[in-house]
């Protein structure tokens, strides 16, 4: 008797749960109610309901716990003897992802960011809403978008100046290789704190390969690099077809996010006669002349040798930013003729 | 069960009901805020030539660091907003804020230095003007200018979405992005590296506006939405005239980035709960980029007795730029069994170049350094220039068409408990206009094996492999060995070459202690690039992360991470020589030269060879610089870079209202570039005498951080901090600087000069940074205690799936054992005292060994005494500390609840006048209750 009658409420009960859901999607959200109190679920858990009181999952409480059993289930035999039943709960440890991306999702499938979670590589890869947001933990203020994330408690940062959380923190956890790359000296302001992973992906799923937020990685640089835009008079092909052939925009140890040294990079690509092809290594450049010879401070690779010889300081093409010393507008260039064919104005 | 059935439905339907009530009169429903701020200083010492090194985007100079914050809500309306460092170069600031299902706005402002150099000099005056003045030769240093150059970036915007209309919204954002300053640049004097160059301060002055309207229909099956973005780039100086120090301090113009306006819609769908679980989802963009640009006729080129020399001829005035960008995505999930997640995507992507094309005559007639013409193949002047049109050259725009085709699938499958295989094939192919490769394919899988099987360890491992195939456009190879355009066939790119790529990456988390984790993650990828001959070969990658952290309980967490990568770059070159020095050979080498080869030596040698199976080489007459003529040769470059990184945050134990965090962080990269060329030139040397470079981008970064938070009271802190920072780079290019640099092949030494601006020079230094601050916060009013609820009354709202039935069990067993607080802790203290260990491991530890557990519940109480909140909180860290202590020993994390009840359920009632006394009589109230529920083992 006991099973048919519990197979009865759990039928009902789920069909309520279709039901509810589905009234509250119309109205797109559970009703706020007036004449405030905690929720009774607070007067154990009370540190739980002190975190999510100020935010909007604390608003669409009420003094029955509505809110709270939405996301952790039945709690009517809880309240009855707490040791002896739980809510159902499928946020504890171990509890499959993609049981919790349903309760959240009950609510938030139309959130206009969250279109696209299914088909997003974090869903594929059964990264819970849980791993990166802490709605219970700590108020971490203030938030990013009223959202809490879970960043992590023992920040390992340079001086910041800012007093947010860093959002790299959160990401880093699980994407080490990109949190090693913000590190380089050649970075995106990310560790700064002034661009947030989130300015360029979407982690919360996007129909592109890396998940960014525009549909092609050049959209995406051109949305704050509009100056590169062009449209160019001459143009450079590998430019207009991905920015990520050159640059790695986490971070790189070469100069402005180049993925390889000046002029190296240019060469796996330029050969020919002249100076493309040329090898530029640590020997000498120019020929040290009369009165260099003896001027430290304005030719210190001269100085002290004869007259005639390499002086020490390296070629004009390997000095400096090398290739784009006079190739400056590498992106395109709308000089004339010849000086813009070879992006020299 | 009946009544409960009944009561069930009726409670749910009356939960719906409240979405139409409006708030009753009397009601009272204040705004509740909790918010604070901080004030203090930050002073820093520094020791560098150039502190932008050390301070590229943050604003690090002495002043005042602060922030205010504030959140609030009633049961109607929210708000949030925060300000820090206001005044400074780096504010930051918003407040959003909203009614609830109605409409949420937001605005913010975010400014950011960038800074290059602080000690930049120049000869020319006018910085950051599009004007740059100066007269040439400028041969003393020491008379320069120095300037800061670097540019200061404000984003200011917000948004306005309206809600209430659910399920549709409409949300319109917007922002202007604007740059003030100078970045780096130069130009070249003349179309030869020989005559040298000169370093630019170009001007930023840009302001970028956009806009955004997006509307959409959202609901749990579908949504829909549309969009338009607007943005318009404006670049206040599109020009930039500097004197040029080759052609007598005349005016030369480099142009700047033009002026551009972006249009672009966009229309997505979503459908889901379709069978087998699925979602489609889709979206199409369509983008316009425009821009229109001055063609001007003349170009600095040479001294006013050359006229001719500074034509450009181009056949338009007006350059009109045109881009239109399309892509279509389309993702259909699908779940169609319990155990199996698949995806199936198809991406497109087309750009089209409708701007203008622009012809360029070939003036004068020969190729560099002569006139502006782009010919390497000089075509007959006209016969009377005055009257004729100068022969068109060819100065090819390259206009870039593109459409690329992307489609494939995943499938992944647990096919047992904590175990999953997945597995991905993606092809893509591609048709482009460019002048080597127009065409190419790619076929890219991946399988991979994730294993969550066991408690403490878990991980991933991930093979992928790629093979790519392109059509290199042989219409340009040249008829013969003397022909540059021979070479073409031979020469790839590595973005479009052939390529087989291997890549495997090992994820690893393991958690050997209850405190301890770590993980892992190791890449190693290797690209092959195939049928090179002359180009990158190869890219190997490497990379070994490592992080953990480590924890004692309500105790120091100490985190840490430790880094290393290897990048390799091996590429195939040819060095061609022309004769630009010397007098050509005259003595010949007896090397007969078959037909159709380069003609080596001999009267009218030509090395230009431009074959790749050539070695062409001469001996050189005296006085000739030592040339050869062409050869192969190979280079590697590579780097190396490791990092690691250490913080802790300490609670100190014996002054619980300090906070000690410190954090060190040490990155260091080794660059170097190997080269190997044929054997020998006339001074025994390879040909070229290649030197290996070993430092090339050789840096190294310090961050150290410590800092000490005392907590005066729950709302009063301070905070002090000092942060020592160090920054190093060693790189061959700024080994021996000179602000004049002579070219290799000298003409005339005061005209062939290059003039720097030190970006380079002085990277190394380091700042001490010390700050104080003190910080205030309020909380919110709490709120009124839920009434007693009568419990049969509770109305239930289960979104959730049912739970599966429990397995039928033996009776289970309740234990409930109450520990005294004065044996556990000290008078007002959450810390487990040693007695309180011990008496923990005799009377719960031993009670719990044999019982198979299904929870413990401890429960924290205080007494009466004192508020409600401060014992609330005290009752919570009391629990939260027996619990953690009972994890040490053994009992899973997952089966222990830590609640604190402060001053509620007590056990005793005391009514004593004296202090003392009442507070002796107090004591049971004053406990720590474990209630363990599991069967026995018995």
Redesign the interface.
């Known amino acids: 008797m006991r099973l048919s009658a519990s197979v009865a409420t759990r039928v009902v009960g789920f069909l309520l749960a279709v039901g509810i859901s589905s009234i509250a999607q119309a109205q797109a959200q559970i009703p706020a109610t007036q004449g405030q109190t905690k929720p009774i679920c607070a007067n154990c858990h009370e540190d739980k309901w002190h975190a999510i009181d100020l935010t909007a999952h604390g608003a669409r409480n009420d003094s029955n716990g509505s809110m709270c059993q939405a996301c952790h289930g039945d709690a009517s035999e809880h309240l009855k003897d707490p040791i002896k039943s739980k809510p159902a709960n499928p946020f504890g440890q171990g509890k499959p992802a993609a049981d919790q991306a349903a309760v959240c999702l009950s609510c938030h499938s139309g959130n206009r960011n969250l279109a696209f979670w299914t088909s997003g590589m974090h869903a594929i890869n059964q990264v819970a809403c849980s791993n990166c947001h802490s709605i219970h933990g700590e108020a971490v203020l203030p938030t990013y978008n009223g959202v809490n994330l879970k960043t992590q408690k023992v920040t390992i940062n340079k001086f910041v100046t800012s007093f947010l959380p860093n959002q790299s923190e959160v990401c880093g956890t699980c994407h080490q290789h990109i949190r090693a790359e913000t590190f380089k000296p050649s970075h995106h302001p990310i560790i700064e704190g002034k661009i947030k992973c989130s300015d360029c992906h979407n982690p919360h799923g996007a129909l592109s390969p890396v998940m960014v937020k525009q549909p092609t990685i050049n959209d995406q640089c051109y949305s704050c690099h509009a100056d590169k835009r062009g449209p160019f008079v001459f143009n450079h092909p590998p430019v207009q077809e991905n920015c990520a052939t050159c640059h790695n925009p986490h971070g790189s140890v070469h100069y402005k996010l180049l993925r390889e040294h000046t002029p190296n990079l240019c060469q796996d690509c330029h050969d020919g006669s002249r100076h493309p092809g040329t090898i530029y290594g640590a020997g000498g450049g120019f020929t040290c002349q009369a009165g260099m010879t003896n001027d430290q401070i304005n030719y210190p690779g001269c100085f002290g040798k004869p007259v005639g010889s390499l002086s020490a300081q390296v070629n004009t093409r390997l000095i400096d930013r090398a290739c784009l010393n006079c190739h400056v507008q590498i992106h395109g260039s709308n000089a004339p003729a010849n000086r813009g064919q070879f992006f020299l104005r | 069960?009946r009544k409960?059935?009944l009561s069930?439905?009726v409670a749910?339907l009356f939960?719906?009901v409240?979405?139409f009530?409006q708030?009753?009169p009397g009601?009272?429903?204040v705004l509740?805020i909790?918010g604070?701020g901080?004030i203090g200083g930050?002073y820093n010492h520094q020791n560098a030539s150039d502190k932008a090194k050390l301070q590229?985007?943050?604003?690090?100079g002495n002043g005042a660091?602060s922030?205010v914050?504030a959140?609030?809500?009633?049961?109607?309306n929210?708000f949030?907003g925060?300000g820090?460092?206001f005044g400074?170069d780096?504010q930051?600031m918003f407040i959003?804020g909203g009614v609830?299902?109605m409409f949420k706005a937001g605005a913010y402002l975010?400014d950011?230095p960038h800074d290059f150099s602080t000690n930049a000099i120049t000869p020319y005056t006018g910085v950051g003007t599009g004007l740059l003045v100066a007269t040439f030769p400028q041969l003393d240093?020491s008379q320069w200018s120095s300037f800061n150059l670097g540019y200061q970036r404000r984003d200011a915007g917000g948004y306005f979405e309206w809600?209430k209309n659910?399920?549709w919204?409409f949300?319109v954002d917007g922002n202007q992005?604007k740059f003030d300053g100078t970045k780096?640049?130069?130009?070249?004097n003349a179309?030869s590296?020989g005559t040298?160059?000169i370093?630019l301060p170009i001007p930023v002055q840009?302001s970028?506006s956009n806009v955004g309207v997006?509307g959409?229909y959202?609901?749990?099956s579908t949504?829909y939405?549309l969009r338009w973005d607007y943005?318009h780039?404006d670049?206040a100086i599109t020009t930039l005239n500097w004197s040029n120090p080759l052609w007598g301090s005349l005016l030369?113009?480099?142009?700047l980035?033009?002026d551009?306006t972006?249009n672009k819609f966009t229309g997505?769908a979503?459908w889901?709960n379709l069978p087998w679980n699925s979602?489609i989802?889709?979206?199409y963009?369509w983008?316009k980029?425009?821009?229109n640009?001055n063609?001007?006729?003349t170009?600095l080129n040479s001294f006013p007795t050359v006229p001719a020399q500074n034509l450009?001829?181009?056949d338009t005035g007006t350059?009109n730029?045109?881009?239109v960008?399309q892509?279509f995505?389309?993702?259909w999930?699908a779940h169609p069994i319990n155990t199996v997640?698949t995806?199936v995507?198809y991406?497109w992507?087309k750009?089209q170049?409708k701007?203008s094309d622009?012809t360029?005559g070939d003036?004068p007639v020969n190729p560099?350094p002569g006139g502006?013409?782009?010919g390497n193949v000089p075509p007959a002047p006209p016969a009377n220039p005055a009257t004729t049109a100068w022969p068109a050259?060819n100065?090819?725009?390259?206009?870039?068409n593109?459409r690329k085709n992307d489609v494939g699938f995943?499938v992944?499958w647990r096919f047992a408990r904590g175990q999953r295989l997945g597995f991905g094939y993606d092809y893509w192919n591609l048709d482009?206009t460019?002048?080597d490769y127009d065409k190419a394919h790619a076929n890219t899988f991946f399988v991979e094996y994730k294993n969550t099987m066991f408690d403490t360890i878990s991980g991933r491992i991930k093979y992928r492999y790629v093979k790519r195939d392109s059509t290199h456009n042989f219409s340009n190879d040249g008829v013969s060995p003397n022909d540059?355009n021979f070479?073409l066939p031979f020469?790839?790119?590595?973005?479009m070459q052939d390529l087989t790529t291997n890549g495997v990456r090992l994820y690893l988390d393991w958690t050997p202690l209850p405190q301890l984790t770590t993980?892992f993650?190791g890449?190693w990828a290797r690209n092959n690039y195939n049928n090179v001959t002359?180009?990158?070969t190869d890219n190997d990658v490497q990379?070994y992360?490592l992080?953990t952290?480590w924890?004692a309980p309500e105790g120091i967490?100490?985190?840490?991470?430790g880094?290393w990568?290897q990048?390799k770059?091996p590429?195939n070159?040819?060095?061609?020589?022309?004769i630009s020095n010397g007098p050509p050979p005259t003595a010949a080498i007896p090397i007969a030269t078959p037909p159709g080869w380069c003609v080596i030596s001999g009267t009218g040698a030509n090395p230009?060879c431009?074959d790749p199976n050539q070695q062409a080489y001469f001996a050189n007459p005296p006085g000739s610089n030592s040339f050869t003529g062409s050869y192969n040769?190979s280079?590697q470059?590579k780097?190396e870079?490791w990092?690691i990184?250490?913080?802790?945050?300490w609670p100190l134990p014996f002054a619980p209202q300090w906070l000690l965090?410190a954090?060190y962080?040490y990155?260091s990269?080794n660059?170097s570039?190997t080269?190997a060329?044929p054997c020998c030139d006339k001074n025994g040397n390879p040909f070229?005498?290649?030197?290996?470079?070993?430092n090339?981008?050789d840096?190294r970064?310090q961050?150290f951080?410590i800092k000490a938070t005392y907590a005066y009271t729950k709302s009063w802190s301070f905070t002090a901090?000092y942060?020592y920072?160090k920054?190093s780079?060693n790189d061959?290019?700024?080994?021996?600087?000179?602000?004049?640099?002579?070219?290799?092949t000298?003409v005339a030494?005061s005209t062939s000069l290059?003039y720097?601006n030190g970006?380079?020079l002085n990277p190394n230094g380091n700042q001490n940074?010390f700050w104080l601050t003190v910080s205030y916060k309020f909380d919110?009013p709490?709120?009124?205690?839920?009434?007693a609820?009568a419990?049969a009354e509770?109305?239930?709202?289960?979104?959730?799936?049912?739970?599966p039935?429990p397995p039928p069990a033996r009776a289970p067993q309740?234990q409930k054992i109450t520990l005294q607080a004065e044996s556990l802790f000290d008078f007002d203290k959450a810390v487990l005292k040693p007695e309180g260990k011990a008496a923990i491991d005799s009377q719960v530890v031993g009670k719990l060994a044999n019982v198979k557990l299904e929870?413990v519940?401890v429960t924290g109480y205080t007494d009466r005494l004192g508020s409600d909140s401060y014992n609330?909180d005290l009752s919570?860290r009391r629990a939260n500390s027996v619990r953690d202590y009972l994890v040490a020993k053994g009992i899973p994390?997952?089966k222990i609840e830590a609640?604190?009840?402060?001053k509620?359920k007590p056990v005793v009632e005391c009514n004593q006048k004296n202090m003392k006394e009442l507070i002796a009589c107090l004591q049971p109230n004053r406990r720590v209750e474990v209630?363990a529920?599991g069967e026995s083992a018995m």
């Not at chain 2, 070159?573 to 022309?578: D, E, F, G, Q, S």
């Not at chain 2, 061959?732 to 290799?744: A, E, H, K, R, V």
């Open positions: 069960m409960t059935l069930t439905l749910s939960s719906a409240p979405a009530a708030t009753a009601d009272e429903d509740r909790e604070g901080t930050i590229e985007y943050q604003d690090v660091l922030n914050f959140r609030g809500r009633n049961s109607t929210w949030e925060y820090e460092n400074r780096d930051y959003r609830y299902g975010n950011m240093p809600q659910t399920p919204y949300r992005v780096v640049g130069s130009g070249s179309n590296p040298g160059y370093a840009y970028t997006e959409g959202q609901t749990s949504t939405s943005s780039f670049n030369d113009a480099t142009q980035p033009p551009n972006f997505t979503n889901r979602v989802a889709a979206r963009t983008s980029t425009t821009s640009v063609i001007p006729s170009q450009t001829l181009p350059f730029g045109e881009n960008n892509a995505a389309l993702g999930t997640d995806r995507f991406y992507t750009l170049n701007s622009i360029f003036a560099l502006l013409g782009c050259g100065c090819e725009p390259d206009p870039f593109y995943d992944f482009q460019r002048v540059p070479l020469t790839s790119a590595f973005d993980s993650q890449d002359y180009g990158r990379g992360y992080s952290s924890g967490m100490v985190r840490g991470f880094d990568q990048v770059y590429s070159h040819r060095y061609i020589n022309t230009n431009f040769w280079s470059t780097d870079t990092m990184g250490v913080g802790a945050d965090n954090s962080i990155v990269n660059g570039a080269f060329a070229g005498n290649p030197q290996n470079i070993g090339f981008d840096t970064q961050y951080n901090g942060a920072e920054f780079r061959i290019g700024s080994q021996n600087f000179t602000y004049l640099t002579p070219s290799p000298i030494p290059s720097l970006y380079y940074i919110a709490p709120l009124p205690a839920a009434p609820l419990v509770a109305p239930k709202v289960v979104a959730l799936p049912p739970p039935p309740v929870i519940l609330q919570v994390r997952d609640i604190g009840l402060g509620k209630e529920k």
